[in-house]
């Protein structure tokens, strides 16, 4: 186990290799089961509660992340492969993220070049915040985590999907995902 902890505010204990296993259910389908040990759990103080990153090599990294995040020109490959996206003119790509078991669309954020780089070397969900314009990492507040098992980009190199275990809720509001809200229209309007 690592023991991660901000100087004012939490503790993390997070299992350094967030494994799972499989067991057999009814109609042959194989359903994870996420050991014990990898859920995050989360120790609160008096302090009022900071950000979640932590300088590591020159780059912001979560502190859940079992691997320390390299900066972008530091990992073989990762500059060419990046520059083989189509950013937005801010420098965002969309980032879809679904349920590796199950397929279920989850959330749906941006992410810019570093957060993506740190996604695909900590194998935690990490995004940009336009609102607050910054990096995030999934979970580092609220303790649900994503663990992002691949990363694909589409045949336009213009969006990502994040394949992921999530740990907790993925919504905001507590709800499992974000897409809860079906759409439909009636004389009166949306």
């Not at 042959?28 to 990153?53: D, F, I, M, W, Y």
């Given at each position: 186990y690592s023991i991660l902890s901000s100087a004012a505010s939490m503790v993390l204990l997070l299992c350094k290799h967030l494994q799972t296993s499989s067991r057999q259910i009814p109609?042959?389908?194989?359903?994870?089961?996420?050991?014990?040990?990898?859920?995050?759990?989360?120790?609160?103080?008096?302090?009022?509660?900071?950000?979640?990153?932590?300088?590591?090599?020159?780059?912001?990294?979560?502190?859940?992340?079992?691997?320390?995040?390299?900066?972008?020109a530091a990992v073989s490959g990762m500059t060419a492969y990046l520059d083989t996206l189509r950013w937005s003119n801010d420098g965002l790509v969309p980032v879809i993220v679904q349920h590796v078991d199950t397929g279920e669309l989850l959330m749906q954020a941006f992410a810019d070049r570093a957060a993506l780089s740190e996604t695909l070397q900590t194998k935690l969900a990490t995004f940009y915040s336009r609102s607050r314009g910054e990096r995030w990492c999934k979970g580092e507040t609220s303790g649900n985590f994503i663990r992002v098992t691949q990363v694909f980009h589409d045949c336009d190199r213009d969006s990502i999907v994040y394949l992921g275990d999530p740990i907790g809720p993925t919504c905001h509001t507590g709800a499992r995902t974000c897409w809860f809200h079906e759409a439909s229209v009636s004389a009166q309007g949306a």
């Open positions: 109609q042959g389908q194989l359903v994870p089961k996420r050991q014990l040990c990898c859920r995050p759990a989360r120790l609160q103080s008096n302090h009022k509660q900071e950000t979640q990153l932590v300088q590591l090599a020159g780059v912001p990294t979560c502190r859940a992340a079992a691997v320390e995040a390299q900066p972008e």
